[in-house]
């Protein structure tokens, strides 16, 4: 039986495999990015990490199969607070424990993410999303607020495992407990980045105080994990740079599956994404100091709303 995915290249069909199993068979398009996922998949399942496990994969790595983990994600059960503590806390050791031993030279399409691939997103968002709307801007000042988010965060610690894409439809439950799929896309990065994407996923729309608590818990699992390599009031200090960042690359998705090649569901969340940006801006006044470009354009799209 396949089954539907909104925003993969991938195809994913349930079957039943020779031992009686059921089974997720995944057929890929690109084999450095089945690579990655497999290494990963192997890697983090041998740590004793929350992640499906790999049963077959063919030769030339196009093809594998994975643990059957249901059809339940952490999507439909955000009023769930002790799940999402659980969710966020479990974060924490793929990010640092995940990190351990791990061959970065395997993550596609980079290892890290440094200056080239942060431009890449922010290019993301010039590109797919904001000259789909049409709105005026200077490219100029653009760049020059891009080159302050680029500078922010490269001065952050990097040691860690960035999945990327860590939000609440890439959590599968079962039994109760969450497991992490999707995260072929991963790399090192700081950790901010995905607290980010999970807390400021625009559909969860989370309200601040939940968001405040998850990140309070999020961080006693991190200092649990890291000991005292965690710096609480850098960390923190850090933090709504990457909930920018990742919010403009967002946008750029949005803007890429919903513009381009006309997907209704991605558009549907560009208000979401936009009302995140402003609530942003709102609660940080040094970010409209450090940004102004891109606090003035962020007014203009506010009209969108």
């Known amino acids: 039986m396949a089954i539907q995915q909104q925003g993969s290249n991938r195809v994913y069909t349930r079957e039943t495999d020779a031992n009686g199993r059921s089974v997720i068979r995944v057929v890929g398009t690109n084999r450095d990015e089945n690579h990655a996922f497999i290494y990963m998949a192997r890697h983090f399942h041998a740590l004793g990490l929350p992640v499906p496990e790999l049963y077959w994969v063919s030769e030339d790595e196009m093809t594998y199969t994975q643990e059957d983990l249901g059809d339940t994600i952490l999507f439909d059960h955000l009023d769930d607070t002790p799940l999402l503590e659980r969710t966020i806390r479990a974060l924490a ?5 995940g990190a ?32 789909g709307t049409k709105i005026e801007f200077s490219e ?12 922010t965060i490269l001065a ?7 999945y990327r894409d860590f939000q ?10 969450p497991y992490f799929i999707d995260f072929q896309g991963g790399r090192r990065c700081p950790t901010q980045y995905d607290v980010s994407s999970f807390l400021w996923q625009a559909k969860a729309n989370f309200a601040p105080e939940l968001r405040e608590y998850l990140i309070e818990e999020y961080l006693d699992e991190l200092s649990s994990v890291m000991g005292d390599g965690l710096r609480v009031t850098e960390w923190r200090a850090a933090l709504p740079h990457f909930v920018l ?5 967002v946008l750029g998705a949005y803007g890429y599956r919903g513009y381009f090649e006309r ?8 208000p979401m994404a936009i009302k995140n940006l402003r609530d942003l801006f709102v609660a940080n006044p040094d970010l409209r100091i450090q940004y102004p470009y891109i606090y003035a354009i962020s007014n203009d799209l506010f009209v969108l709303l």
Not at 245 to 249: A, D, I, M, P, V
Not at 265 to 270: A, D, G, T
């Open 93 to 97: 050791h793929v990010q640092v424990t």
């Open 168 to 177: 609440s439809r890439n959590v599968m439950i079962k039994d109760g407990q």
């Open 156 to 162: 952050q610690p990097a040691d860690t495992f960035l």
């Open 100 to 131: 351990q031993d791990f061959d970065w030279s395997v993550c596609f399409p980079v290892p890290a993410m440094d200056e080239r691939s942060i431009r890449w997103d922010l290019n993301y968002f010039k590109y797919c999303f904001l000259k």
């Open 263 to 270: 997907k209704p569901h991605f558009l549907e969340s560009i």
């Open 140 to 151: 100029p000042k653009l760049e020059d607020d891009f080159d302050s988010i680029v500078e």
């Open 245 to 249: 960042f990742r919010t403009l690359q």
